[in-house]
């Protein structure tokens, strides 16, 4: 146990010589060290204070206009045989990634104090759960660390009684752009991140630990980390059930992890309970079934997108004891963000606020908060066992073709649908409108390996004896021939997950299809809702034809990843293929008579 916190020390010393600090802190988590970092940061200008009656501990930070969201060409995944990194990833051989990065952190802390932060992903007696260690010289990393994780004294004695631990090196450096990469060595359970500030470039516990390093120490050891929320959904009979989803971004993640009944649930006794909001570890337990729970203790949202109407709970959970960065301010020193009331006098980057400069707040500005002060949270985020969860939901943003919902006929099937899903592009977004992104598992950024490898990760769980979540597809996004949504989405969704629960406990319905069982006319709860018969035809709809031709692009994505796809995941791709031509073989015929 003792060499475990000398190799920890070791290592400090050995960073402490090549980044020259002026001091070395060793956090402990408490709340005088946070009051002391909030202190320091207000008296040099990194934090401003918000309006203390609406926005009790609150808190803004500007990061450098050049800093404001992840760097994906700057994001390496360091293996020694870069077929091991896959095309999803971009690589450097891990002795010139470490060269090329050593040499900008020589002397790099000079004036500045490195932080020694232990943390812990996840409750921090849950067998499910890492630990790991971030050197850092930013008090605003630390402070947003404190929030994220479970930092300090607790996290260190799990790492002395464990003897493990991620090692993650970040300094903000020059903040310059030219000398910006956050490197990755699975191999080595390491990061090493220079140059930024920004949440997912520096918080290292959260995107590089929790998702690169974490899928990469999870396929070695017989476990899920991924990129998906973990909401709660409790019928009117007490039961809970547990449903993960995830989805690419801008498709209502935090909006589903946060949901709000319609009234008709709320009445009827429905509730539901917030886990997690971005990152889900699932690990199977002794019953066979799937437990989940979510490593980090707060979210690190978009502020832009969330409001009263659209997440309540989310600004009921902001309202005190929060680090905002990149948003705008009001005249009385309150946040602002695009779609709150008020007005803005001040945009994100302290300047008079002038609309010809873009945006008051960034549109990728964040807030950090404790995920306890959400009023949706339940106390099953701490369970060291985790949550069983029922459901797996992936979802896309797809305007036409994919139904509503719709179950895959078993695992293999369902890893081919997490495979498959994407999203069309958008005009928030540059370059063509509508073309299909595919982001299998909504973890393109963020899978630490080898997608064929990944796929076959998956695949893996599919054994005698196991009793696995069902999985499911979702779209809140079909339109009509009008341009407009067809699905009423945010609370309505409540009416897709009861379908989905229902169908994991065999008291619910189905049709099936080529693609998937799909809920029939009297399968959904629609009441209240005013959907006509070609809304309902619209977002149930199955085109064969058109379906055939997603299957076939859908194969042409995996030959992208060549001799490491799995080929049960081919054989399903195919299977899907043959069924669809033969439901379109009648249209054919008759097309041709």
């Not at 464990?162 to 910006?180: A, M, N, Q, W, Y």
């Not at 470039?201 to 590089?208: D, H, Q, R, T």
């Not at 701490?382 to 078993?410: C, M, N």
Request: hydrophobic share 40%.
């Amino acid at each position: 146990m003792a060499s475990q916190l000398e190799s920890l020390n070791r290592w400090v010393d050995e960073v402490a010589r090549l980044t020259e600090p002026d001091a070395i802190h060793w956090c402990d988590g408490s709340d005088e060290e946070y009051r002391a970092l909030i202190e320091q940061m207000q008296r040099d200008g990194t934090l401003i204070p918000l309006n203390p009656k609406t926005h009790p501990n609150c808190w803004l930070h500007r990061s450098h206009p050049s800093d404001v969201a992840r760097v994906e060409h700057l994001t390496l995944v360091c293996t020694s045989d870069p077929a091991d990194a896959g095309p999803n990833n971009h690589w450097m051989a891990p002795a010139d990634a470490h060269a090329k990065i050593d040499a900008l952190f020589a002397g790099c802390m000079k004036g500045r104090t490195l932080y020694v932060v232990p943390y812990c992903m996840g409750p921090i007696d849950s067998p499910i759960s890492r630990c790991g260690v971030e050197i850092t010289d930013s008090p605003y990393v630390v402070a947003n660390m404190r929030i994220m994780t479970r930092m300090g004294a607790p996290a260190l004695a799990r790492i002395e009684r464990e003897g493990t631990f991620v090692k993650g090196l970040h300094s903000i450096g020059e903040l310059d752009p030219d000398k910006r990469f956050i490197m990755h060595f699975p191999e080595e359970l390491s990061i090493k991140s220079i140059g930024s500030g920004y949440g997912g470039n520096a918080l290292l516990g959260k995107k590089c630990h929790a998702l690169r390093i974490g899928s990469y120490q999870a396929r070695s050891e017989g476990w899920l980390a991924e990129h998906m929320l973990i909401v709660g959904i409790q019928n009117p009979q007490g039961e809970t059930h547990y449903v993960a989803a995830a989805f690419p971004s801008a498709c209502g993640k935090t909006n589903l992890a946060m949901l709000i009944p319609p009234e008709g649930y709320r009445e009827a006794g429905w509730k539901v309970w917030t886990i997690g909001d971005d990152i889900c570890w699932m690990t199977p337990g002794e019953d066979g079934r799937l437990w989940a729970i979510n490593p980090e203790a707060g979210f690190f949202g978009v502020a832009p997108g969330t409001s009263a109407s659209t997440n309540p709970n989310a600004m009921a959970t902001i309202a005190r004891d929060t680090i905002f960065t990149n948003v705008a301010l009001t005249a009385d020193d309150q946040p602002w963000w695009e779609g709150l009331p008020g007005t803005p006098v001040t945009d994100w980057q302290g300047r008079p606020y002038d609309p010809a400069n873009g945006p008051a707040a960034h549109p990728n500005a964040r807030f950090t908060v404790s995920a306890r002060q959400c009023p949706t949270w339940s106390e099953q985020a701490e369970a060291a066992q985790g949550v069983p969860i029922s459901a797996i939901v992936f979802g896309g943003r797809r305007p036409s073709l994919v139904p509503l919902v719709f179950e895959a006929r078993d695992w293999a099937h369902g890893v081919l649908v997490g495979a498959a899903m994407g999203s069309e592009t958008t005009a928030a977004a540059t370059g063509a409108v509508g073309v299909l992104r595919r982001d299998s598992m909504a973890m393109k950024p963020f899978c630490g390996y080898n997608y064929g490898d990944y796929f076959a990760h998956w695949l893996s769980f599919d054994q005698p004896g196991a009793r696995l979540p069902k999985i499911f597809h979702v779209n809140w996004f079909r339109k009509g021939e009008d341009g407009k949504f067809v699905w009423p989405g945010f609370g309505d969704n409540l009416r897709v997950l009861e379908w989905i629960i229902g169908r994991c406990s065999g008291a619910a319905g189905a049709t099936e299809t080529p693609i998937g069982f799909l809920p029939g006319t009297d399968d959904l709860n629609l009441a209240g809702l005013e959907l006509d018969a070609r809304a309902l035809a619209t977002l149930f709809e199955v085109d064969a034809a058109a379906w055939a031709a997603e299957v076939a692009d859908i194969g042409r994505y995996l030959d992208s990843f060549g001799d490491r796809l799995p080929e049960r995941l081919r054989d399903e791709q195919q299977r899907v293929a043959a069924a669809l031509a033969q439901a379109d073989a009648p249209a054919r015929e008759a097309a041709a008579g």
